[in-house]
């Protein structure tokens, strides 16, 4: 399985981690955010509305995943 792995940092609602507290994998199957303090969000396939470009080198998650907030950078 291919799998590939970013460290930098994470926007989680209005906290932040800043780099490099926060580790994104994505597989094929699904997303994991680990942003140290903040938390670990994992999205499968189905709970991802979007993902977008945000400030250069940043993604926006949009998803449905009703736990979590809905700012996730």
Same mark, same amino acid.
């Given at each position: 399985?291919?799998?590939?792995?970013?460290?930098?940092?994470?926007?989680?609602?209005?906290?932040?981690?800043?780099?490099?507290?926060?580790?994104?994998?994505?597989?094929?199957?699904?997303?994991? %955010?680990?942003?140290?303090? %903040?938390?670990?969000?994992?999205?499968?396939?189905?709970?991802?509305?979007?993902?977008?470009?945000?400030?250069?080198?940043?993604?926006?998650?949009?998803?449905?995943?009703?736990?979590?907030?809905?700012?996730?950078?």
């Amino acid at each position: 399985m291919n799998i590939i792995k970013k460290t930098g940092g994470a926007r989680i609602g209005t906290a932040n981690a800043t780099w490099p507290f926060a580790t994104l994998t994505v597989t094929k199957h699904y997303i994991r %955010l680990n942003a140290s303090i %903040l938390g670990n969000f994992i999205f499968k396939q189905s709970d991802i509305l979007s993902i977008e470009p945000f400030r250069g080198s940043g993604i926006k998650i949009n998803h449905t995943v009703s736990e979590y907030k809905e700012k996730i950078i």
